[in-house]
């Protein structure tokens, strides 16, 4: 059975909402985007191998939409983080993209807990989500994902999406596999649902 991974960049205070650039997100009037920038080479040296071992990607349609016009023109293979994303299967959620231009990705409609539960009985490596929160954690209460990679920055916004909203599914245990702190303060969390979750 294959894994299903999640890795989230949140704040102290547990917001996920426009960590990469200022209109990455503006739902609600969110006007803090760009936050994990001081931070920019850790998640590229500490994320490169959990996107080296995905055996697929999952995406919500905004990531996605994000993600497409960067990722897909790299073609430099010593971008190993790209070399992943461009060469192995990408499946994005969404009820109104109708093609994707991203070659090796597959649209999913509806059913997506379904979809991906199927897809994680399929021999392959880990299946791996980034950011892509509101799809997260609506996978995270169906209790379909496996492994949860934490990046806490430093920061506190004080407003903003979180990773798991009031409303998620009674009490999940979590174990904790292992922790780092990054040169520039990141601290790192790796834990797993535990077995009896």
């Known amino acids: 059975m294959r894994k299903l991974v999640v890795i989230e960049y949140l704040s ?4 996920v909402q426009g960590p990469g650039h200022a209109a990455e997100d503006e739902d609600g009037g ?4 760009g936050w994990t920038g ?5 998640h590229r040296e500490w994320g490169s191998p959990l996107y080296q071992a995905a055996g697929a990607f999952v995406f919500g349609r905004r990531t996605y939409d994000l993600w497409l016009p960067h990722w897909s023109t ?4 010593d971008d190993l983080i790209a ?10 959620a969404s009820t109104t993209l109708t093609a994707a231009t991203w070659p090796g990705t597959t649209v999913w409609p509806d059913r997506i807990p379904e979809r ?6 399929q021999p392959g490596g880990d299946i791996l989500i980034a950011g892509s929160a509101a799809l997260a954690s ?60």
């Open 116 to 121: 991906v539960a199927e897809l994680k009985a």
């Open 38 to 42: 001081p931070h920019m080479a850790d």
């Open 83 to 92: 070399a992943a994303l461009n060469g192995r299967p990408k499946y994005v």
């Open 30 to 33: 969110f006007d803090l985007g």
């Open 138 to 197: 609506d996978l995270i209460d169906r209790k379909l994902v496996d492994t949860y990679h934490l990046w806490f920055h430093p920061v506190v916004l004080g407003a903003g999406k979180r990773l798991f909203p009031p409303g998620l599914a009674p009490q999940q245990d979590l174990d904790l596999i292992s922790s780092t702190t990054t040169r520039t303060g990141l601290a790192i969390l790796t834990y797993e649902r535990a077995l009896n979750s």
């Open 74 to 77: 790299i073609t430099d293979p």
């Open 12 to 15: 102290l205070d547990g917001v």
